[in-house]
């Protein structure tokens, strides 16, 4: 077909390398020293699309179509040498840096990272990138190059389609068609991105669906910028409050809670701006600082910053120590900034420069080492997998919540600390715990035939880790359990995420749907980390509804959530113990006598004298800041018998 496919304008954008240094360097920032997102990785998209789309649309102008082989060998060429440098280097790591409680993590995400569908694993595994008491791999990052990789398969599918449109129909208006293909892309993905942060923000910080119009702002931002016309003192205006806004995005937004959604607009517009201001350069626009050759060269090498900064960090922290001054985080960026340069120019450089079938072979032998490598891992963390502790009941040898004060632990604990954030309770392999929508998904434990008593689970999490203590009970006293239990939701009539409210809901219904099936509910009474003296009127009026339904409330208090990961606590000091008098302070129950709530509080067997220590009774307590193992739950079960079954007996 003779003809451009789509004149642009053609224009080197200095200020785009400079604007990605930025960005690498405000990810970084925010990450060592603030602890938060700061709106970078939303640039680096924003800045793909534009690229990306300025690249395949020269490419079709040159081929007259898209090649498959070019397209992916040029991205290949560009984006495996870093990556693989750096799981190399991780991959090796893991043997004796990496913590033995993240050792299966880092394994999985090693794979993931490697095909990059790291975005998803961390999704699927429920991690969430902005709790900084979540234990982090040091690919937890990798995230963003996932769902830029995915990025590039989705343009490629859609330019080959919009290109086979240009040849068939031949008289279409190419500018306009992408134009409108991007909108509805754009449009349709911030809607959905909006709705899902509302609903369920951990999944969508990492699903590429609520991510794509960040893209595809990019290409309409590469389509029509060239157009837009504005006066020069207003577009060096512009431009610089698009950089001061860019680096107070993180201070200004809480993005823990606001991202990936309709907040991220903000960066992205900031990046327009800076974009926009560059159309007309002069001496006095930020164009021209972010033109400066030491930027436009640190720009050059900013993907690598992105990528090592955090490995560096996280290496630092799994050895040395979690708080990082002013000395140590500015020696993890330069270190950041020496060893892209190397990778780059030395590894990523020499590879993209080449061209033919060695080029690839020798990348593909990389890939290979890197592979066999994390092939090494798993086969060790396999063959070392102990018996799988939910099976072991307590004993004298591992006492758990019932051991004496002056007990000194064994050098065998339970379970083994590589393996440890698998010991949870079974209702998460099962998939009775529910993450995504507002569903009800009861499942049964304990004795489901010829029971004597049915007890009733429900409530978040913390409801759940439970469920090991009353199955020790169950199978003794022929109790059957229903577990209904739903992540980060309570049993609660107070404010919650609108998903959860809409569980809540949903569990009402069901309870009252089959409120002569149970003998009791057991449930949690309040939060762990509240300082408040009184129980939340949001669980008071939870009860009252159980009452109404003539159900008896068996309550325990929340275990403390503490503000430190316990495993990651006990790997760096064997014996440091954390108070939690200010999660535990002295709470009046009585508001909730005419409930018809029984509240018991079992704290002491598990942070005796408001003093939390990882190891009790040669059991670990938690998997993480607030959730106990199941091994330390089931040692619960001759703890709460007593209580339990003389709730039981009298309802």
Known sequence: MDGQFLQIEKRF?????????????????????????????DVFFIISGYLITASIISKINKQGYLSFSKYFGGLLKRLLPNVLVILTVVAIATFWIIPSSIYGKTIKELIASLFYYQNLQLAFSHTDYLNSEQAK???????????????????????????????KLKTIHIHTTINIILIVLFLSSLTFSIFQTSTNQQFAYFNPVARVWQFALGGLVYLNLFKIKIPVMLSNILGWIGLVGLILTGIIFDVSTMFPGYVALWPMTCAILILLSGNDPSHFGVEALLSRPILMKLGGISFGIYLWHWVLLSFYKYTVDTHISTLIGIGIILLSIALSAITTNLVEKPIRHSFGKPVFMR????????LCLIGTLGFNYKLNNPTYVKDLPPNHAFPGATAKADYQNKKKILPHIKYITNDKSDAYDDGGMIYQGAKVKPLTYGQKDAYEYHILLVGGSHSSHWLGALQQIAEKEKIKITHLCKANARFTMGEQDALSQKWMENTKDYIKKHKDDYDLVFTTADVGND????????????????????????????????????????????????????????????????TGAKIYDYNNFIVPNHTFKPVRGNVFVF????HMTNTFSRTLGPVIKDDLMRELKSA
């Open 363 to 370: 990348l593909g032998a990389f890939f290979t080492v890197v």
């Open 137 to 167: 791999t040091p690919l937890e990052h990798f995230w963003a190059m996932s769902i830029q990789g995915q990025f590039y398969v989705i343009w490629f599918i859609l330019f080959s389609f919009i290109v086979l449109l240009w040849k």
């Open 13 to 41: 954008r200095t200020e785009i390398e400079g604007l990605r240094f930025i960005a690498a360097l405000l990810v970084a920032i925010y990450h060592i020293w603030l602890g938060r997102v700061s709106g970078g990785v």
């Open 623 to 626: 998997f993480d800041s607030s």
């Open 531 to 594: 300082e408040e003296t009184d129980v939340p009127q949001g669980f008071i009026d939870a009860f009252r509804y159980l009452e109404s339904l003539d159900l008896p409330i068996f309550a325990v208090r929340d275990t403390p959530r503490l503000d430190v990961n316990a495993i990651e606590a006990y790997e760096k000091n064997k014996n440091v113990t954390i108070d939690v008098s200010k999660q535990l302070p002295d709470k009046n129950f009585q508001p909730m006598e005419d």
